[in-house]
T-cell receptor, first 113, second 111 residues
Framework: GAVVSQHPSWVICKSGTSVKIECRSLDFQATTMFWYRQFPKQSLMLMATSNEGSKATYEQGVEKDKFLINHASLTLSTLTVTSAHPEDSSFYIC?????????FGPGTRLTVT | GEDVEQSLFLSVREGDSSVINCTYTDSSSTYLYWYKQEPGAGLQLLTYIFSNMDMKQDQRLTVLLNKKDKHLSLRIADTQTGDSAIYFCAEAPSQGGKLIFGQGTELSVKP
């Protein structure tokens, strides 16, 4: 199957700072990528759809000014958590699809202290 | 509306078959997926089924789809301890690719 990578795999940051998470499709081009958030023992919640060359589409209740998404190339989307707070601590997972098969990255665990 | 339901836990003995069930609400979903998640890891695509199919088999995995009842199941034959994980079903209600996930079923395989 196709490969999606994320970087970093885990990050600890202080409250009030910003953190950038990268999502890359390694062996295919992706005009669309998806960002999900997962709390412990819970399901995945779609945060936003990242569109190459245009603005991201955010799900209801997700603050676009807090979770900045940039999809500058066909293989890279970034999620920046701005002015992070402890409640932003979570597991962030991206996905992309070369066709109807959607592949997920390994996830990034963010801890805000 | 969009909603996917799964039972939360399943425990089986090694060598038995496991059946994980899922119900969904959006009849327009074109594809339905099964993913596996191990602790601290991302989601691994196990298999998927197109909505005009009733069954799909892939080695130890069998997917059954009852479109009338909007019921999806994943059967794992000869379950091994390495199959212990959380299994998510997901539907794709539109062409855009957004997935709606169930809550996940935690499969525990006892030796």
């Amino acid at each position: 199957g196709a490969v999606v990578s994320q970087h970093p795999s885990w990050v600890i940051c202080k409250s009030g700072t910003s953190v950038k998470i990268e999502c890359r499709s390694l062996d295919f081009q992706a005009t669309t990528m998806f960002w999900y958030r997962q709390f412990p023992k819970q399901s995945l919640m779609l945060m936003a759809t990242s569109n190459e060359g245009s603005k991201a589409t955010y799900e209801q209740g997700v603050e676009k000014d807090k979770f900045l998404i940039n999809h500058a190339s066909l293989t890279l989307s970034t999620l920046t958590v701005t002015s992070a707070h402890p409640e932003d601590s979570s597991f962030y997972i991206c996905s992309a699809r070369p066709n109807y098969e959607q592949y997920f990255g390994p996830g990034t665990r963010l801890t805000v202290t | 509306g969009e909603d996917v339901e799964q039972s939360l836990f399943l425990s089986v003995r090694e060598g038995d078959s496991s059946v994980i069930n899922c119900t969904y609400t959006d009849s327009s979903s074109t594809y339905l997926y099964w993913y596996k998640q191990e602790p601290g890891a991302g989601l691994q695509l196990l298999t998927y089924i197109f909505s005009n199919m009733d069954m799909k088999q892939d080695q130890r995995l069998t997917v059954l789809l009852n479109k009338k009842d909007k019921h999806l199941s994943l059967r794992i034959a000869d379950t091994q301890t390495g199959d212990s994980a959380i299994y998510f079903c997901a539907e794709a209600p539109s062409q855009g690719g957004k997935l709606i996930f169930g809550q996940g079923t935690e499969l525990s395989v006892k030796p």
